[in-house]
Nanobody, 125 residues
Framework: VQLQASGGGLVQPGDSLRLSCAVS????????IGWFRQAPGKEREGVSV???????YYRDSVKGRFTISRNNAKNTLYLQMNSLKPEDTAVYYC????????????????????WGKGTQVTVSS
């Protein structure tokens, strides 16, 4: 099983980025997905998760700016990030967890089954 995240980079405040996470090894259909991030000197935090039942969680600081999505046919998850702020600077990680259709909370609370290597997002003028 491999999760390969990509799409990070150095952008200016207000810019957009789209993170992708390609999953190989098995189909995503039965897995909830999530994006997490860790800023320097801070603990890792959940950014957004989506359950197979369609329920979605966003942390308050990204609501209205970030959009999580999945394409099971491509076995890929995405995080569209708009109106980026310096405080969004972090290493972003994708992760998946076996999902039994009980909503987003079990996915968010983890533990996640598989993690990808992170991709750096830096927002700076």
């Amino acid at each position: 099983v491999q999760l390969q995240a990509s799409g990070g980079g150095l952008v200016q405040p207000g810019d957009s980025l789209r993170l992708s996470c390609a999953v190989s090894g098995f189909p995503l259909d039965d897995y909830g997905i999530g994006w997490f991030r860790q800023a320097p000197g801070k603990e890792r935090e959940g950014v957004s998760v989506i359950s197979i039942d369609g329920s979605i969680y966003y942390r308050d600081s990204v609501k209205g700016r970030f959009t999580i999505s999945r394409n099971n046919a491509k076995n890929t998850l995405y995080l569209q990030m708009n109106s980026l702020k310096p405080e969004d600077t972090a290493v972003y990680y994708c992760a998946i967890k076996r999902d039994y259709g009980m909503g987003w909370r079990p996915i968010f609370e983890g533990p996640m089954d598989y993690w990808g290597k992170g991709t750096q997002v830096t927002v700076s003028s």
